[in-house]
């Protein structure tokens, strides 16, 4: 670990607040790492920055200084793009939390960085409104965390990823210029659009200190349904009389048999169907009129599309159906060891894809059970590979990176990516050519060039 | 103007087929503009290629004898982004028109660039799906220069604007190399989206090829309604109403008396209202039960919100309405000179902004007619500036240089933007300033030097 430089040190000490620069043991632990627990944290400091004049201000003596930053938002990523384990200063953003009022007429929030996701669902929800931005970690989740992550979620089928809601950008970059990019506005056609490049860059560009985000109106009654199919053709048969149903999608998500044997044994389940099936589909609509829907039910049964499946009929039992997929991942984990991927197809190639991955797997890896779900409506696969329980920990860990380049190929010929939603960051790194051409590459390490010259910008991360 | 190198013209003699290059004046002068005519075009070639490869070949040609290139779509901008006036080669899509078949389960077709907007449309529309980049000049438009201007439209305060309706981009650089960028996913979370930089960077970045575009189902019914408000923030709040309204907003449009009684001296029109009014609204809706429709107006009449109105009762009158709207741009220009502007202000500010900018224009530029309309639920003004007609056209031109630096100064003031939907192209570059910083527009030109290092790139286009 790198000792952070007696200049540097001595600025902060006579520029900032006495509670600006933190070394206390806990918190180098807490704030340097995300959701992830591959790396062991170890930052030199964490800022904690109370206005963009204050990050402003530490980026420049960063940069005098070519001290290594690590920008930190809620730190629930799972690529460990947050992770700060080589000495660098984790700048949280979590004391910049303000919300401005709401523009109900343009129907617009600007708020800081550190704001929480849960908050700002609750301060537009007020007004009728909400920033569809939607996870499980929503509870911990930063707007410029989200931002900076492109983040995803199970409602991308209805309202797409978060670049689609981010209206302006306020942006600290490395030399400690503040940029204000885009702002209220819906339209802006002025040359390029910088903004694209700080979304989903993972903080190696710049640090979010602000957003105007774009609102929409809450969405109406939600009706939500299970059904049962026999295989994976029958998620995609589906989902193809889904998208001419008569009602608005918001999420079609899948998942196996193998995932709910895994939350029937973590987890005291209510069986919402008559017997087990191999596949099931998870499907929330809005818009619905009742009887249209029952019609379209009972076609489906009709036709044999479907094998079973059940109407929630108040919000205890969609609530219900909902824990089922939502308890997939602490399920798999409290009953095994799995090892996570997140993947994305064209959806015509899933099922190919998903043979192949099968056939090639039971051929090399034989005894590994793989527990699939996702965002199928997205062509969003998380591919969890469960450790037998007969093979040593080190020996299946010393695997899974073998098998990660097996299905990384199978991926990259079905022209698919190797992170749907959660990033590269340290995790996905050496994977990246499998997705991003040498070329791309490159003009990727050129951009942050031009922004980040002296490499400061959460070094290491992605490519 | 230049005269194309010996061993340029050698090179494309041997290597390409005998039509690939044309030097007829007939072309050279259709080839050479867009729907702007305040250059005069003067290419010194006009090269139409049928497949990508000779895209990438003719463009390592360029780089090695250092040709200029205008790529070229359907030349229907506004801004001269297509115009080549110092001895370009433009670069015309026109003969790479291919659409594959729909993938009606994924909801994607994957194009060539020169394919026209509305064939795209007939093309899809098949299989009752639709790609939502919709305006005017669909009919002669194409795909890549949709995507190169970031297309907007009447449709965007429903769909967004064409970057949201665009999952892969091929793309050829100056260098002649072909990067393929995305693909059929909808998430693609793997670094910096190279797809973003291209999308609206008006081809001074690279050439766009082919797209794989993203499509949505058809709209159901369409109801299409005109109101009569007294002023602007009687526009203002009828959109507060619609924005809660019981339907989904396909468009809110407006314009104003002066606009109407153009379109009257131009065309016959059948007065939609019993009365003229200062200020129309042209709301189209999605999804509305009739009875709750009737309910909404009915309760708008009933508090004043609006002082006339007509719900549209078949599709001739869906249709005579809109052709009110769509109507104005051709009436302006029949019955006088207009001098245009599209701009984007916050929705919120669109109220102080026109007053303001009614009463410098008072001021400075007494008896000059200002004729507002356009998509102001996007918070898109199109500001059209009527030549007075004891003006002489030499002095009128001269003033309107001025008298954009004066809008200009208060767009920025209220935080807007000096282009909406149209683009920078070499209209407005010397303006650019007004909604881009200096150190934005230096970043601008650094990724361009890393994409386009010799600036054969659509030079002197944007900044």
Redesign the interface.
Same mark, same amino acid.
């Given at each position: 670990m790198t000792a952070l430089p007696e200049g540097f040190l001595a600025a902060v000490a006579r520029d900032f607040p006495a509670d600006f620069l933190s070394v206390d043991p806990s918190d180098l632990a807490t704030f340097g790492r995300d959701w992830t627990k591959v790396h062991e944290p170890r930052p030199a400091a964490v800022a904690l920055p109370r206005s963009t004049d204050e990050v402003s201000r530490l980026l420049k003596l960063c940069t005098a200084f070519q001290v290594p930053i690590v920008p930190s938002g809620g730190r629930t990523g799972l690529a460990a793009g947050a992770v700060a384990a080589q000495g660098e200063v984790v700048v949280s953003l979590s004391r910049m939390r303000r919300m401005n009022s709401v523009?109900?007429?343009?129907?617009?929030v600007r708020v800081q960085a550190g704001a929480v996701t849960e908050e700002v669902h609750r301060h537009v929800g007020e007004h009728?409104l909400t920033w569809p931005v939607d996870f499980a970690s929503k509870g911990s989740s930063q707007v410029g965390g989200n931002i900076a992550?492109?983040a995803?979620g199970v409602k991308?089928?209805r309202y797409?990823?978060t670049?689609?809601w981010v209206l302006g950008l306020e942006v600290v970059l490395a030399s400690g210029?503040v940029?204000?990019?885009g702002?209220?506005?819906?339209?802006?056609?002025?040359?390029?659009?910088?903004r694209? =490049?700080f #979304?989903?860059?993972?903080g190696t560009?710049g640090i979010i200190t602000e957003a105007t985000l774009k609102l929409t109106?809450l969405p109406g009654k939600l009706d939500v349904l299970l059904f049962a199919v026999p295989n994976l053709a029958g998620v995609?048969a589906l989902?193809?009389e889904a998208?001419?149903g008569p009602f608005v999608i918001t999420a079609y998500e899948f998942f196996t048999e193998k995932c709910m044997a895994r939350v029937r044994r973590h987890r005291s389940v209510r069986e919402p169907l008559a017997a087990p099936s191999e596949y099931y589909v998870l499907l929330e609509v809005e818009?619905a009129e009742p009887e249209a829907l029952e019609a379209w039910i009972g076609s489906l049964f009709e036709r044999g599309v479907v094998t079973d499946g059940t109407l929630a009929q108040h919000a205890g039992e969609a609530a219900a159906i909902w824990a089922l997929r939502e308890g997939i991942s602490e399920s798999l984990s409290a009953t095994g060891m799995p090892h996570k991927n997140d993947i994305? =197809?064209? #959806?015509?190639e899933l099922e190919g894809f998903c043979a192949e991955l099968e056939s090639v797997f039971d051929a090399r890896y034989p005894g590994w059970e793989i527990a699939l779900f996702g965002?199928i409506g997205?062509?969003?696969l998380h591919v969890n590979v469960m450790k037998p329980d007969a093979m040593e920990k080190a020996a299946f860990l010393a695997r899974t990176h073998e098998a990660d380049h097996t299905m990384f190929e199978l991926v990259r010929k079905y022209?698919?990516?190797?992170?749907?939603?959660?990033?590269?960051g340290l995790l996905?790194k050496d994977y990246?050519g499998y997705?991003?051409?040498g070329?791309?590459?490159e003009?990727?390490r050129?951009?942050k060039r031009?922004?980040d010259p002296l490499g400061i910008m959460n070094p290491g991360k992605?490519?």
């Open positions: 523009d109900v007429l343009g129907g617009t009728g992550t492109n995803g991308v089928i797409g990823l670049r689609q210029e940029l204000e990019l702002g209220a506005l819906e339209k802006n056609n002025t040359g390029i659009d910088l694209q =490049l #979304i989903g860059s993972e560009l109106r995609l989902f193809k998208r001419t818009r994305a =197809l064209p #959806i015509q965002h997205d062509g969003n022209r698919g990516s190797i992170s749907a939603e959660h990033g590269i996905k990246l997705s991003r051409s070329t791309e590459i003009i990727m050129a951009i031009v922004l992605v490519f």
